[in-house]
């Protein structure tokens, strides 16, 4: 049963976790240190690259960004391409453009690579970066080489099959290592357009040694690959990929909880109505003790009590949450804007 109008405005009104405590998380170890030997292969084959595109998640578009990118592959042109806008909340784009402006990223592009948005931008933005840089050495060669970068789970796969859907009529490109943990090999050199001549560079996705803060983790593990979705190889065996592995290591109930008191602060009750809940909550508890009944995920558990065994039902908190977050990168729970705090401090207001 969906809940009343009353029930969804009174939710409104509730006054809901102003702070998500993070319980001495550490966020140092969540990510693996070693993944600068990647951003060094990319650095050396930069003689070859007229043009850097960088794809992110457009629900995170001021963080989670890894910075090592600018300093070492910066002396390149640059296209950051926001991918997922569809599961972005983009009311307050033109804040977003001015953020980056700021940062020195002048030149943005909004798109939605599985139904190909705003895609036919990027081929004319790269040309046009690439005609009024200095190619050096690579002057007189007529072919455009562009490297792709972004952290694990982007879109960056999408982005480069999109654009050969676009310009070359033909469906994915050959990849090496598709599933989550496989090394794969650290330039795949892919065509994309024939007029121009343009060649992509297919690189892993590397994060950053260090993540910049424990909520920036948080943000960065919330915006995993949608079900469905190509998934990015990642750069070494065992690396660890927002929103998959990440789910395991965090504890998808914790992460759970940090969606729950997300879409509660910014007021988005997407998930009364997809659940069919009463109301809003701001108890990570009652809220996937709701969701594992409404799913039927429950189980009988023998409880030994001093009158002899007593069989009670249990709800499955794991497989709730689990649930919980497959359904929010699905876009189900409606579009959100994970960096909403960063947009609202008094530099950007």
């Known amino acids: 049963m969906r809940p009343s109008p009353r029930a969804l405005c009174s939710a409104a009104g509730a006054a809901w976790r102003e702070s998500f405590s993070l319980h001495g998380r550490d966020v140092a170890r969540w990510f693996p240190g070693h993944m600068a030997r990647g951003l060094k292969k990319m650095q050396s084959s930069l003689k070859l690259v007229d043009c850097i595109v960088e794809v992110h998640d457009a629900r995170i578009p001021l963080s989670g960004r890894n910075p090592l990118f600018q300093e070492t592959l910066g002396i390149k042109p640059h296209l950051l391409v926001l991918n997922k806008m569809d599961l972005a909340d983009l009311s307050q784009q033109q804040k977003i453009i001015q953020h980056l402006e700021r940062e020195g990223l002048k030149n943005v592009i909004f798109t939605n690579c599985i139904k190909d948005e705003n895609v036919k931008q990027v081929i004319p933005a790269v040309t046009e970066l690439v005609r009024s840089s200095c190619r050096y050495h690579r002057g007189e060669s007529v072919e455009h080489c562009v490297m792709v970068i972004g952290v694990p789970n982007v879109g960056k796969s999408s982005l480069i099959n999109s654009l050969r859907r676009q310009h070359l009529r033909k469906g994915k490109a050959t990849r090496v290592g598709g599933e989550p943990g496989i090394t794969r090999a650290v330039m795949s050199r892919v065509q994309v357009c024939e007029r121009p001549l343009m060649f992509l560079l297919d690189t892993p996705g590397v994060l950053a040694p260090r993540i ?62 997809h659940y069919g809940l009463d109301g809003a909550c701001d108890d990570v508890v009652t809220v996937l003790k709701r969701v594992a009944v409404w799913l039927g995920k429950t189980q009988k558990v023998k409880v030994l009590t001093g009158t002899g065994d007593v069989t009670v039902v249990q709800p499955d908190y794991s497989a709730a949450a689990h649930d919980f977050l497959r359904t929010f990168r699905r876009g189900l729970l409606g579009p959100v804007m994970l960096d909403r705090d960063i947009l609202q401090s008094p530099l950007d207001a």
Do not use: I, M, W
């Open 212 to 273: 910049e803060s424990v909520e920036t983790g948080l943000k960065l593990a919330l915006c995993g690959d949608r079900p469905g979705a190509e998934t990015e190889g990642a750069l070494t065996l065992g690396c660890l990929l927002p929103g998959t592995v990440l789910d395991h290591l965090v504890g998808a109930e914790s992460l759970a909880d940090y969606l729950l008191y997300t879409l509660n602060r910014q007021r988005l009750f997407g998930y009364v109505q």
